[in-house]
Structure formats: C-alpha cells, structure tokens
C-alpha cells in the first residue's frame, strides 16, 4: 500500500505509530521546501480507513480566502459538495469543524497544510487552533491533528516551541530530510532510472536529495545530459527556481539572497561576526541573526563552531546543493539563459574546465558532510568520535604557510583522524609531492591545536587510490563512493 513512497522508512515507522495510537495525537512537519511533505502525508493516510480531511494554505491569500477555501474542503469531505456559507473568522470556522467531526465514528485525519500561508496577519488563526485543540480535539481519540509548512522557523517558533496554550501539546514532530545518496539511488530506480554511482552523484552535486528535483529526471538520459537540459536551456526549470523558491519562502527574499551568497562565497565558511560586517547595518543585531536562523531551520545553511580554532564563534556554510549549483553555474549567465539556450554540449565542454574541478571538489566536500554515518562506518570509528573542520590562516606579514583540514573526527581513544577529501575520475594518486604536503599540513596542526593525541590519515575519495609507497606510509584509511552510498 505505500509502494510510492521511498526512502522514508523511518517517517512510515512514525506515522504508523501516530495513526495507530488510541489516544489524540498533534504532530509537527517541517522540512525544505520541495521535500516531500505534503506528498508522504497525503500518500501515506490515502486508502486508510480514515476520514482525511485537507486545507491548504494560500499563497499571499486573504484570510477571507484562506476561510473560503478551508470551508470548500469541509463541504467536500463532510457534506458531499453541498455548499457552506464560509464563517466571518477562524473561532467560528473551527466551531464549524468540531461539531461537524462530532457525527463521525470512523479516525479523523486533519492535515493543515501550509500553515504559515493560512495564517495571515492579525487573523488570530493560531488561537483558535489552540482554544479548540484544548477544548476539544484534545480529547477526542479518534482525532489525528497534523500541521505542515515550507517555512521551517515559523514550524518550529510557532508551533513547536510555541510558549502559549500550545505549549507540550505536540506529541510528535517531524522533520524530514532531503534523501541522502542510497536513498536517491532507491527514488530513481523506482522510476526505472538505472545509473551507476558516478551518474548519481554528478546529480546529486546539482540537485540534491530532492525528490521534487529527481522527479524531473527522464530515464535513459546521462547526468550531463539532464543537467544541460534542467539548467542551461532558455528558461529552463533550474534557472527559474531559485527565485521562486526564496519568494515563496521569505518576505523580501532579496536580503535571505544576498545572504546566503555571501556565505557561498567562502569556501570553508565565514564567521558569524564577520558575515554581519560584510552584509551591513541593515543586518547587524537580531535582525540579521534571526534571518540566519531562518535559512538555517529552512536547511540552505548550517552554522558551526570549529574545535580547536584560534577565532572562537559561530560559522556559517551553505549546505543546499541546488543553491551552491545555481549561484556557480546558472546566475552568471542568468541574462543570457533567460533570452537564449547555450550551445548543445555547453556542461560537457564546463566539466572539462579547472573551474569545474574546484566546484566539484567543494560539493563533493559538503556531500561528505551529509554522509558522516557512512564515513564513521567505513572507517571504524566509534559513533562517539566528533567530526569537524580545521583551518589555519596565519596572521599578516607572517612566514607561516596557511593549512586547511577538510574533515577530522576527534575520537575519545586518544586519537585523531584526519580526512582528505578528493574528488576525481580515476583513482587517487598520492605523489610524493603530495605525501610532503601531507606531512607539512599535519606538523602546523599538531603544534597550533597543541594536541597530544595520536593522528591517523584517512582519505575519502570517490574512486578510491592507488596504492604506493606513499599510500601505504601515510594512509590508514580510505572511503569511497561506494561507501558514501551504503544504507545506515
């Protein structure tokens, strides 16, 4: 029965329980837009011996729309299409919906899709979703209440850290992650698209683990081909949807852009202090961190605190894969896609580019970190061993060489496993040149970090190395992209 679902075995664990519970239950969905919220929600309770009733948020929609709306679903769940004159405000339009429930006898399902939307200024819908949760729903085991919306932080601050009359009421949240690699493996083969690792993850670089992104993929066509065909032909989908999807998630979406553009332009991350300096006044203070808790929540971005870094605080990193495609690729010659398509085989002619191998190799570094179970795993560590990044930037005027550690792992055996991360077609090759490189990068840690811990070597590349005398001196363990797509 829920063979279209994929890749969400554990979400179908949850809503299982959630449905089968004898008592009210209130659960929270939250997750990016474009994830696949709506469609496991409405997927899953589809054949279910349930009563499943649906109203969906609109767009910049009035709340006498939004109330017209609500309504036209409750005629056609409840009255068979008969016609209801839609109340004047949300307390009576829920007054409506409690005594309407009250004849059924089968599970009621409530999905309240959009949420956000629904709720426009001043309209008091979220009181009224408390009064009658409180009063009513509450108490009623048939009632299976689940709330939604693209707009994570408004999810989280409204709802799941609401401090009013909804507050400890949820008895469940969810958010729900873009697929990682294995489970982007599973989508495609679903729809009948065979392709090998190198193929999926060349996708995954682009599109991430979206399945509204993945939909659009057709069989029997090779990455670069989907690519030139999603991206880089005149008004293609991939050039209209960075806009369309910051304007549907942000108020004035222009500054949450500039935002996470100044972030992407760094390669290994900017300070949180030195971010506000370069966006400007209009986003020093609270403003301006609480538009980075928003790109956070909505999962563009990530904030962090490097171990063992001179400069202590938070940084930020852009982690969405579409939005650090689009901002390298496609908004540099947005003009120029908008009037005309590029020449056939333009991203064949790109991958052949140094340009390309930079990018590459930073999305292949920001995959790694969306695959840290399954680096943890193929390196034996212990699930308690701590990844994080290192960088040293020597001061002015100094002889000192700069070093960048791409990933390490602080483990509590009294070690330390540093990763280097490289993306290629062939196997990895470590040169001599290479090796002392190696070697100089690990003697500047040792002594900054003042560490005393053993370091061990690992590197992670997607088509392993080949192995010499310097391989086997210097490396303790090697990852893979194979790895990368195991099931944890």
């Keep these: ?23 009210p239950e209130f659960l929270a969905i939250y997750g990016r837009r474009r994830v696949g919220k709506t469609f496991l929600i409405k997927e ?6 349930v009563v499943f009733f649906t109203a969906t948020g609109l767009k910049q929609g009035s709340m006498k729309e939004q109330i017209k709306h609500f309504t036209a679903m409750l005629s056609e769940v409840f009255y068979k299409g008969v016609e209801l004159t839609p109340k004047r405000n949300w307390d009576d339009t829920f007054d409506l919906l409690t005594k309407t429930i009250k004849e059924i006898k089968e599970k009621i399902v409530i999905f309240l899709d959009e949420l956000p939307w629904m709720a426009t200024p001043k309209s008091k819908l979220l009181e009224a979703i408390d009064y009658y949760w409180n009063q009513y729903l509450s108490t009623d085991n048939r009632i299976k209440f689940i709330v939604c919306g693209s707009s994570a932080s408004w999810i989280i601050d409204k709802i ?21 690699l294995s489970q982007t493996k599973q989508f495609l083969g679903s729809r009948s698209i065979r392709l090998n690792h190198k193929q999926i993850m060349d996708l995954f670089m682009v599109l991430g683990g979206i399945p509204y992104y993945l939909n659009k993929i057709e069989a029997g066509l090779s990455s670069t081909q989907v690519i030139e065909g999603l991206a880089f032909t005149r008004k293609s989908f991939l050039l209209r949807e960075f806009d369309n999807l910051f304007s549907s998630l942000f108020k004035n979406s222009d500054i949450y852009v500039d935002i996470i553009t100044t972030i992407a332009s760094f390669r290994y991350g900017i300070g949180q202090n030195e971010l506000l300096v370069k966006l400007g006044k209009p986003l020093a203070g609270k403003g301006g961190l609480q538009k980075l808790k928003e790109l956070e929540d909505a999962g563009f971005i990530i904030s962090f605190k490097p171990i063992f870094h001179k400069e202590k ?19 540099p010659i947005k003009q120029n896609l908008m009037k005309k398509s590029l020449l056939k085989g333009y991203w064949d002619k790109i991958k052949n580019k140094a340009s390309w191998n930079s990018w590459a190799g930073l999305t292949f570094e920001t995959i790694c970190y969306e695959h840290l179970p399954q680096i943890t795993k193929a390196l034996n560590l212990s699930p308690t061993a701590i990844p994080n990044t290192w960088r040293y930037v020597p001061r002015k005027g100094s002889n000192e060489k700069g070093a960048q550690i791409d990933l390490l792992f602080d483990r509590d055996d009294g070690s330390i496993t540093i990763c280097e991360i490289k993306y290629s077609d062939q196997p990895f090759v470590i040169t001599k040149d290479y090796a002392e490189k190696l070697k100089r990068k690990l003697e500047p840690f040792r002594k900054i970090t003042r560490t005393n811990k053993q370091l061990f070597v690992a590197m992670i590349v997607a ?26």
Excluded: A, C
């Design 1 to 23: 029965m829920l063979k279209n679902i994929v890749g969400r075995e554990n979400e179908i664990k949850t809503l299982s329980r959630f449905l089968q519970s004898k008592r």
């Design 44 to 49: 899953f309770f589809k054949n279910k011996p």
């Design 160 to 180: 799941i850290n609401n401090t009013g009359g909804l507050h400890n009421r949820l008895t469940y949240d969810m958010y729900l992650e873009p697929f990682n």
């Design 463 to 488: 088509n392993g190395i080949k192995r010499n005398q310097y391989s086997e001196e210097l490396i303790t363990g090697v990852v893979t992209l194979d790895d990368l797509f195991k099931e944890i």
């Design 313 to 331: 605080g938070i940084y930020y990193r852009v982690i969405d894969n579409y939005s650090l495609f689009y901002l390298s690729w496609i908004k």
